[in-house]
């Protein structure tokens, strides 16, 4: 379901993984994603509950130099409508780890949809106003990225 959002919105799909649920493998997969200076935005689905397979939190958090808070409550407002207070079940998040964006959104589809649809789609849209994340790109590494399609 994400990735055909992602291409549907005209952003080119860089890599795929299914890692096991294991905070090593996670973290290796995604940096990486962070080390490759094509790939702009990681997305990682799954994992975010309570469970004890559920590490994806932990597992990126420590990889963050800063956490984007309001990714994770406007998620939960979206998520309220679909499911209710279950939202409360997600520990969806958001950060940046060497110039990436990186979100952790709930395994399923719904929980896509509503991450994609109500933030993401428009937040990496350079023609979404009043400002998006793609702004902000070229001063996350102190370098300009070089233009064209976005990668995730």
């Known amino acids: 379901v994400l990735a ?5 919105a005209g952003h080119e799909l860089r890599g795929r993984a299914i890692v096991k649920d294991n905070e090593k493998a996670i973290r290796k997969a995604v940096k990486a994603w962070i080390k490759d200076p094509d790939i702009d935005v990681v997305i990682t689905t799954g994992g975010t509950g309570f469970s ?9 958090k ?8 309001g990714f ?8 309220y409508q679909s499911v209710g207070t279950s939202t409360v079940q ?4 958001g950060g940046l780890a060497g110039g990436t964006y990186i979100f952790c959104v709930p395994g399923s589809p719904g ?18 106003k009043p ?6 790109m ?15």
């Open 52 to 60: 004890h397979r559920d590490v994806t939190p932990e597992a990126l």
């Open 138 to 152: 070229p001063r996350l590494q102190g370098a300009p990225k070089k233009p064209g399609k976005k990668k995730h």
């Open 62 to 69: 420590p990889l963050f130099e800063k956490e984007i808070d």
């Open 131 to 136: 400002c998006s994340f793609i702004e902000v």
């Open 90 to 93: 997600s520990r969806a998040c």
């Open 111 to 128: 929980a896509c949809r509503d991450a994609w649809e109500g933030i993401l789609k428009f937040q990496l849209d350079n023609r979404h």
């Open 72 to 79: 994770s409550a406007i998620f939960h407002m979206l998520s």
């Open 4 to 8: 055909n959002m992602i291409g549907e």
